[in-house]
């Protein structure tokens, strides 16, 4: 059967490091309140440079890592909700920067799910169509739409870009997916409002203050473990499988407590769930990515082995792969 495996991963984030301390400085926060209700002990934030930067900087490792020339590649999909421009997409500029001349390029907006949902899409195109490859990225400056005098939001998030180099395959890869979206509760978590300001109207010009993210935490908190849980449990059930099967289940790096309700609820040993949010906080549509090359540079993953990818996000959306390594 055709299938869709990953050949690499790879990741890039920004150099600057702030520590809770540092925000602790700028809002009326402590690092005690921000490690115990979130996991999160510093994150990497951008000096400036946009997302394309960091997305392109994964595109070309990826090439590297997986030793294919920019000609060869078909297709290439960037998961964000932060892009440099409305248009191009950040897939475009990517493009331009590796000379991938012949691939078709395109962005895909599903928020923390994003990187899921791109590497959804490119299954099909490889599985259904001439496809034979595809480059697939989660990337984000969310510092640039974070309120950096609102405590309960800036804590939170981080910057940068997560990817993996797909093939066509005889076995393994992608086996099983399970996405959804609840558009009823968009307005739980929102972020990059730009009003309808023309010279026809009177809607004031300049940031509205809905740029800024802007999240109702509990419900969100709640919306995670639900949608996660019964995303997890279809996966295993509709496949046959228990967590003993899984090697490692790479969450959404929200917050480490959604993850310990998770693992308590479905009785997977917390220790299965590989998680960094100590050091990058909630990157959105990057964590899955960056967290999956980190696990692929430590060695820890074996051909072979069966992994589970599983994240949820603004929109609302959710969604859950299964894939063999
Ligand atoms: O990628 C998907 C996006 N987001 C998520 O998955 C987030 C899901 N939600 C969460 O992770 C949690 O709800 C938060 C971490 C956002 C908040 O944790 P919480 O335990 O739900 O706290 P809370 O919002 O109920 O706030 C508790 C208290 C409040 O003070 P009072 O009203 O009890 O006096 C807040 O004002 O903590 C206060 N607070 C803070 N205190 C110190 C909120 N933010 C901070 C802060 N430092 N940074």
Same mark, same amino acid.
């Given at each position: 059967?055709?299938?869709?495996? *990953?050949?690499?991963?790879? =990741?890039?984030?920004?150099?600057?490091?702030?520590?809770?301390?540092?925000?602790?400085?700028?809002? +009326?926060?402590?690092?005690?309140?921000?490690?115990?209700?979130?996991?999160?002990?510093?994150?990497?934030?951008?000096?400036?440079?946009?997302?394309?930067?960091?997305?392109?900087?994964?595109?070309?490792?990826?090439?590297?890592? =997986?030793? *294919?020339?920019? &000609?060869?590649?078909?297709?290439?999909?960037? =998961?964000? *909700?932060?892009?440099?421009?409305?248009?191009?997409?950040?897939?475009?500029?990517?493009?331009?920067?590796?000379? =991938?001349?012949?691939? *078709?390029?395109?962005?895909?907006?599903?928020?923390?799910?994003?990187?899921?949902?791109?590497?959804?899409?490119? +299954?099909?195109?490889?599985?259904?169509?001439?496809?034979?490859?595809?480059?697939?990225?989660?990337?984000?400056?969310?510092?640039?739409?974070?309120?950096?005098?609102?405590?309960?939001?800036?804590?939170?998030?981080?910057?940068?870009?997560?990817?993996?180099?797909?093939?066509?395959?005889?076995?393994?890869?992608?086996?099983?997916?399970?996405?959804?979206?609840?558009?009823?509760?968009?307005?739980?978590?929102?972020?990059?409002?730009?009003?309808?300001?023309?010279?026809?109207?009177?809607?004031?010009?300049?940031?509205?203050?809905?740029?800024?993210?802007?999240?109702?935490?509990?419900?969100?908190?709640?919306?995670?473990?639900?949608?996660?849980?019964?995303?997890?449990?279809?996966?295993?059930?509709?496949?046959?499988?228990?967590?003993?099967? $899984?090697?490692?289940?790479?969450?959404?790096?929200?917050?480490?407590?959604?993850?310990?309700?998770?693992?308590?609820?479905? &009785?997977?040993?917390?220790?299965?769930?590989?998680?960094?949010?100590?050091?990058?906080?909630?990157?959105?549509?990057?964590?899955?990515?960056?967290?999956?090359?980190?696990?692929?540079?430590?060695?820890?993953?074996?051909?072979?082995?069966? $992994?589970?990818?599983?994240?949820?996000?603004?929109?609302?959306?959710?969604?859950?792969?299964?894939?063999?390594?």
């Amino acid at each position: 059967m055709i299938r869709t495996r *990953v050949i690499a991963t790879a =990741a890039s984030v920004p150099e600057q490091i702030i520590t809770n301390d540092d925000l602790a400085r700028i809002v +009326d926060t402590s690092d005690e309140w921000i490690s115990q209700r979130t996991g999160i002990k510093e994150r990497r934030i951008s000096s400036g440079e946009n997302t394309s930067v960091f997305v392109s900087d994964v595109a070309k490792q990826l090439m590297e890592k =997986a030793e *294919v020339t920019a &000609d060869s590649i078909d297709l290439i999909i960037v =998961a964000s *909700v932060t892009p440099d421009y409305g248009t191009p997409s950040l897939a475009c500029m990517v493009q331009k920067e590796i000379g =991938a001349s012949n691939a *078709v390029a395109f962005d895909v907006v599903a928020a923390c799910s994003g990187f899921i949902f791109a590497l959804s899409i490119a +299954d099909k195109y490889i599985r259904s169509s001439g496809y034979e490859n595809a480059i697939i990225i989660g990337g984000e400056t969310l510092s640039k739409v974070i309120d950096w005098s609102d405590r309960s939001t800036c804590v939170l998030f981080g910057d940068g870009a997560g990817g993996a180099y797909l093939e066509k395959a005889q076995d393994g890869g992608i086996l099983f997916e399970e996405i959804g979206s609840d558009g009823k509760m968009y307005e739980i978590l929102t972020a990059g409002y730009t009003a309808c300001s023309n010279v026809f109207n009177e809607n004031p010009a300049g940031v509205d203050p809905l740029w800024y993210a802007h999240m109702d935490g509990r419900e969100v908190f709640k919306f995670a473990t639900k949608n996660v849980i019964k995303s997890l449990n279809k996966v295993m059930e509709e496949n046959n499988i228990t967590q003993e099967d $899984i090697k490692y289940f790479i969450p959404h790096q929200a917050n480490v407590r959604i993850v310990e309700v998770i693992s308590k609820k479905l &009785d997977i040993p917390f220790e299965k769930f590989y998680m960094n949010i100590e050091r990058f906080g909630n990157t959105s549509s990057a964590s899955i990515p960056i967290a999956l090359s980190e696990l692929d540079e430590k060695g820890l993953l074996e051909r072979g082995d069966q $992994i589970i990818l599983t994240g949820f996000g603004g929109g609302m959306t959710w969604g859950t792969m299964l894939i063999t390594w």
